[in-house]
């Protein structure tokens, strides 16, 4: 499993531990587990409380689960098809009142998997997001209205063994985990001036 991140400031444990392993066992999530990691979505924050996420929930062994594998990139399949679950999450681009467009329902969608990933370290499982799959295909293996959009696959489970990835999959999971500095990312003034928090 990779070496915990090496962070300047206190922050909460769940938050220390998340990251994006590739290294699935098959062993089932339990359902209690899920209902959890899914409720912990449902209380995200949204503009409006519009709650534009959906989540389409595949467990290994049923239909849905090989549906939404079938949408990954080779890459992906390579090692998500030992997760036992996968959910496709979607947005929803209008706001209920007059169907006016939303923008901020990827955002507000991505805050809601965030929750999701939260929880699953909280429930002792590893989760990791995907963008490398085909959001057409998916609209079309699931018949998604028009108002929706398919945003992101998310692989969740136990942890596994890394020594039966492919090697350069192996050395990424092996890897420190790095995030750049806040002096890079944090700003006061002006975009680029260094904030005097740092």
């Known amino acids: 499993m990779q070496k915990p991140i090496n962070n300047n400031y206190p922050i909460n444990d769940l938050l220390k531990q998340r990251w994006s392993p590739r290294a699935f066992s098959e062993k089932p999530v339990e359902k209690e587990k899920l209902q959890s ?22 467990i290994k062994g049923e239909k849905t689960w090989d549906m939404i594998l079938e949408t990954l990139l080779e890459w992906n399949r390579q090692w998500a098809g030992k997760a036992p679950v996968l959910i496709l999450n979607l947005g929803k681009k209008t706001h209920e009142y007059k169907g006016r467009k939303n923008v901020t329902f990827k955002y507000d969608t991505g805050q809601a998997v965030a929750m999701m990933v939260t929880e699953v370290v909280n429930q002792g499982l590893v989760g990791h997001q995907m963008s490398g799959f085909d959001a057409e295909k998916a609209t ?59």
């Open 37 to 58: 990691i899914l409720e912990a979505a449902r209380w995200a924050p949204s503009a409006y409380n519009e709650q534009p996420w959906r989540f389409i929930v595949g």
């Open 140 to 198: 079309g293996l699931f018949e998604i209205p028009g108002d929706y959009q398919a945003i992101s696959v998310t692989a969740i489970g136990y942890y596994g063994d890394a020594d039966t990835l492919p090697e350069d999959m192996k050395k990424s999971e092996m890897e420190e985990r790095k995030r750049k500095p806040l002096k890079e990312t944090v700003f006061t003034g002006k975009f680029g001036e260094s904030s005097d928090l740092f």
